[in-house]
């Protein structure tokens, strides 16, 4: 009877880490899908001032974009497991341009400084070409 217990505990452990990977692998595919869908994504919390802040910018530029507030989503903290696993880039926003990561508020605010956010944003049908 010891025998069963411990075979059916560890069957347990094994079904906990599959639904684990599963749920993984799960949110790497919502994350993937979303940004294949959408030209310009963001992954944000409702609360963070960086993401805020990206927000701001893309909206003065009169960018069209997706923001996904992970911190509203059920699987919220799986996705941003997902991304920081996807990217290397653990903290949020994470921003993707064109299906191209383009990292967090100061990377895409430093794009946006360096005369480059806007091509990359017209490239993609976001903003109209001037």
């Known amino acids: 009877m010891g025998l069963v ?5 560890g069957s347990m452990a094994e079904a906990k880490k599959e639904s684990a990977e599963s749920t993984k692998g799960t949110a790497m595919a919502k994350a993937k ?3 294949a869908s959408n030209p310009v994504m963001v992954f944000s919390k409702s609360y963070c001032p960086y993401c805020v802040s990206v927000k701001k910018l893309l909206a003065s530029l009169g960018a069209k974009f997706t923001a996904l507030e992970l911190n509203a989503e059920k699987d919220g903290a799986e996705i941003q497991a997902a991304l920081a696993e996807w990217t290397g880039q653990r903290t949020v ?7 191209k990561h383009i990292g967090g508020c100061d990377d895409t605010t430093a794009t946006h400084r360096k005369g480059q956010l806007v091509p990359l944003l017209q490239e993609v049908g976001s903003v109209a070409k001037m």
Do not use: E, T
Not at 5 to 9: C, I
Not at 93 to 99: E, T
């Open 33 to 35: 899908d979303l940004v």
């Open 93 to 99: 926003p994470s921003v993707f341009i064109g299906g």
């Open 5 to 9: 217990a411990s075979s059916s505990s």
